[in-house]
Structures are given as C-alpha cells and as structure tokens.
C-alpha cells in the first residue's frame, strides 16, 4: 500500500486528470507555499460516504456539481472528487454496482486509446476482485439523449442529465446505507432538490480544499455513454 501525504484539511483530495494523459492526482503545498501536483496510480480504501457540492467555474462562469467520494484507509482519509465525467460516471457505475457486497475498493484512472484519441479508463476492484456494472453500455445509451445539428442531422455532443440523475439518486440511497440512515422514497425528491439548492454566501476564509477545487476542473465528455 502506498502512502500520501496529509495536508491540513481534514482529507487529502484526489482529483481526476482527463485530457493527454488521463490519471488521478493529488495537490499540496510546498515550503514556499506553492501548489505542487503529485500523479498517483490508485486510491484505497473503504467508502464512507458521498456527498454533493456546487461551485461557479471560474472559465464558464457555469454552476458545476462536484461528487465527493469518502475512502477510508485506516488513518487517512481521501475525497476523490470530480464533475459528473465520463470517468465519474464509470466509478459511480462501479461503486454501484457492489451495492451490499461494496468493501475494501481501489480506484485508478489511465489513459485508453480508441481510434486517434484517448479517454479516461477505469480500473476498479472490490475486494480484490473486478466486479460488474449497475448499468450495462445499452442501459446508459437509453438515459443518454443526442444532440445533433438541425441542418445536417450530425450528432454535435450528448446530454447526460438523465444519467447523471439516476446515479446521483442511487448515490444518496448508498451513502444513506453507509451513514446508517434511511433514504425513504417519499423523502428522496426532497433530498435531491435541498442538495442541489444554492446556499447564501457567508464570508469565510478560503480552505485548502476550495483552492484545489479552483484549480482542477477541467471536464470532458466525448463518449456517448
């Protein structure tokens, strides 16, 4: 197992890398204060909990969601967090398709090429072992709308927002088993919408975490599934 250094939040971030040269990395800072980024292979641990922030980007002045997913290795803690990418929807996908027998899991993230580009790919165990999808390719297609041009009938990008739904929503019913509540169906809407619902700013100083967070989002989604 390897190690990571801690930092003074009270979790270390591992964020997602996608363009070039997909893989996971971590930021901290060094003597002089400057942030250095340190690649890492894996992250290891046990789920503890999911949880779901907001934030303005910075470059599209856009409201991006962030998932934040709590592992747990003995000492330390990591958050991995990302946008809702096609490398987010896979270990989401992953994650849920454990469900009761999630345990021990170890997260990576690596480049795969297909044709002349190359895509973030998911290695994934629980326990030790590969485990299978919630959702199949043809599943995650009927949540995904084309958009195609209206003059030329060519397909221009997707629309995840239906697929992102349903893992958000099978999301809060796990960490709700996780953190020993209860996520009742007649409550799950309500849940959703106070997630999602912005908070009034309060003044406060800006944490480690916040920082990195300006630092790394960089989203892409070129797979239609």
Request: proline share 2%; net charge negative; charged share 30%.
């Amino acid at each position: 197992m390897w190690i990571i250094r801690k930092n003074e939040v009270n979790g270390t971030f591992v964020k997602i890398r996608s363009k070039t040269n997909p893989h996971l990395f971590i930021s901290t800072k060094n003597e002089k204060g400057e942030w250095i980024d340190e690649d890492i292979s894996a992250v290891e641990g046990n789920i503890t909990g999911i949880y779901f922030k907001s934030h303005i980007s910075s470059e599209t002045k856009k409201e991006i969601e962030m998932v934040n997913i709590k592992i747990q290795d003995w000492d330390d803690l990591f958050i991995l967090q990302s946008a809702w990418t096609f490398a987010l929807r896979n270990i989401a996908n992953c994650v849920l398709g454990c469900w009761e027998k999630l345990g021990r899991v170890r997260i990576g993230v690596y480049g795969k090429q297909n044709g002349d580009k190359i895509f973030p790919a998911i290695s994934f165990k629980n326990n030790w072992e590969r485990t299978n999808w919630l959702l199949d390719i043809e599943q995650q297609k009927e949540m995904t709308t084309a958009i195609t041009n209206t003059k030329t009938g060519e397909i221009q990008s997707y629309d995840y927002s239906d697929l992102n739904e349903f893992f958000k929503k099978k999301l809060i019913e796990l960490n709700a088993r996780l953190t020993g509540g209860q996520a009742e169906e007649d409550d799950l809407d309500t849940f959703l919408a106070e997630a999602e619902e912005p908070k009034a700013e309060e003044p406060k100083k800006v944490s480690v975490a916040e920082t990195i967070k300006s630092r790394t989002s960089e989203i892409v989604d070129e797979l239609p599934f």
